[in-house]
């Protein structure tokens, strides 16, 4: 028995050291007032992005996202899975098919890859949230039918501002 706990014991500490081993990755502390947000190409006007950590043009990462209270991010899916955390304000998660679901500050949404959906803030006030990807992050947009279509045609109505003259509402969701 004694000789048992022993080994148990060498075991443990050998797979701790394992553990412990320095991977060379550096540490990562963002303060939110040093963030800086900008538009992100092929998504909304109204979201705003920070990277957090990563690159999403290469591999997985985090950013943080911003939406202007209006915004809406129309039907889409990725290539990678996707990890939301809401910060602030009211996100809505709707799933093809499935009833729309509200993320608030510290709540948890993940979409496996491919996976139809679409994103708002709820409520009148603006709504930011993280996004974890385990890959490239990508966007692709789909139509009612669920074929996908170019990003000039999902956004042509969700990124006209609506006091200019001639511009089109959001369309509902």
Not at 33 to 58: E, M, W
Not at 108 to 120: D, E, I, L, R, S
Request: contains cysteine; hydrophobic residues 40%; proline residues 8%.
């Amino acid at each position: 028995m004694r000789r048992a706990m022993l080994m148990g014991a060498v075991l443990c500490f050998g797979v701790l050291g394992v553990l412990a081993q320095d991977t060379g990755e550096k540490a990562a502390i963002i303060h939110n007032a040093n963030a800086k947000f900008a538009p992100v190409a092929g998504i909304p006007d109204c979201v705003t992005s920070a990277l957090q950590r990563g690159d999403p043009k290469t591999g997985p990462s985090v950013m943080q996202l911003k939406f202007d209270s209006t915004c809406v991010v129309p039907w889409h899916w990725h290539s990678i899975n996707e990890t939301v955390t809401g910060v602030s304000g009211l996100l809505q998660i709707t799933e093809k098919g499935g009833k729309p679901q509200v993320l608030g500050a510290g709540d948890f949404a993940y979409m496996p890859a491919k996976h139809v959906h679409q994103a708002k803030c709820a409520g009148t006030k603006p709504c930011t949230i993280f996004v974890h990807s385990d890959g490239v992050f990508d966007l692709h947009y789909v139509d009612k039918n669920g074929e996908e279509i170019a990003p000039e045609k999902a956004l042509a109505d969700v990124n006209k501002p609506a006091d200019k003259p001639g511009a089109k509402p959001a369309p509902k969701q």
